[in-house]
T-cell receptor
Framework: GAVVSQHPSWVICKSGTSVKIECRSL??????MFWYRQFPKQSLMLMAT?????????EQGVEKDKFLINHASLTLSTLTVTSAHPEDSSFYICSASQGAAVGELFFGEGSRLTVL | GQNIDQPTEMTATEGAIVQINCTYQ??????LFWYQQHAGEAPTFLSY????GLEEKGRFSSFLSRSKGYSYLLLKELQMKDSASYLCAVVSGGYNKLIFGAGTRLAVHP
């Protein structure tokens, strides 16, 4: 099946620094990518929807200026957590859609961010 | 608004059958997914229902009733490795936008 790769799988950073997480579709072109955040023992919360070549659509309550999303190509989307704080520590997961047909959705392995 | 409800935790015995229920109230509906997630890992796809009825895939089956806003995931012949969280997710809107329930943590005991 289709593969979506995230990098890094885990990262530790100091408070106030910025961290970039990459999400790549390895064997298909992803017209749409989604970014989720998951706190311990909680479910996935959709942060934003990213379409190639256009601005991301953020969910209510998600700060656009703090979570910068760039979808510059059909195989790469990046999430940058700016000025990270300990409360941003979480598991970030991306998913990619190959087309508009429902069902064609693939998840990355996730990236665990710890902010000290 | 969007609301997806699942039981928080369930326990079952190895070899038994367990049913995990999910009820939903969403502004749009284009299908319902069930995912399995082990701690610290990304979700893995189990099933997708868009029409009413039962979908069977090996030890796993999923049922959907759109009129009732209800789905369940049925796991048969439980194995220890089935201990995980099971996430119910509704496709609300286009382009596979998924809204997840809080997940059900299943513990399988010998």
């Amino acid at each position: 099946g289709a593969v979506v790769s995230q990098h890094p799988s885990w990262v530790i950073c100091k408070s106030g620094t910025s961290v970039k997480i990459e999400c790549r579709s390895l064997d298909f072109q992803a017209t749409t990518m989604f970014w989720y955040r998951q706190f311990p023992k909680q479910s996935l919360m959709l942060m934003a929807t990213s379409n190639e070549g256009s601005k991301a659509t953020y969910e209510q309550g998600v700060e656009k200026d703090k979570f910068l999303i760039n979808h510059a190509s059909l195989t790469l989307s990046t999430l940058t957590v700016t000025s990270a704080h300990p409360e941003d520590s979480s598991f970030y997961i991306c998913s990619a859609s190959q087309g508009a047909a429902v069902g064609e959705l693939f998840f990355g392995e996730g990236s665990r961010l710890t902010v000290l | 608004g969007q609301n997806i409800d699942q039981p928080t935790e369930m326990t079952a015995t190895e070899g038994a059958i367990v049913q995990i229920n999910c009820t939903y109230q969403t502004s749009g509906f284009n299908g319902l997914f069930w995912y399995q997630q082990h701690a610290g890992e990304a979700p893995t796809f189990l099933s997708y229902n868009v029409l009413d009825g039962l979908e069977e895939k090996g030890r796993f089956s999923s049922f959907l009733s759109r009129s009732k806003g209800y789905s369940y995931l049925l796991l048969k012949e439980l194995q220890m490795k089935d201990s995980a969280s099971y996430l119910c997710a509704v496709v609300s809107g286009g382009y596979n936008k998924l809204i997840f329930g809080a997940g059900t943590r299943l513990a399988v005991h010998p």
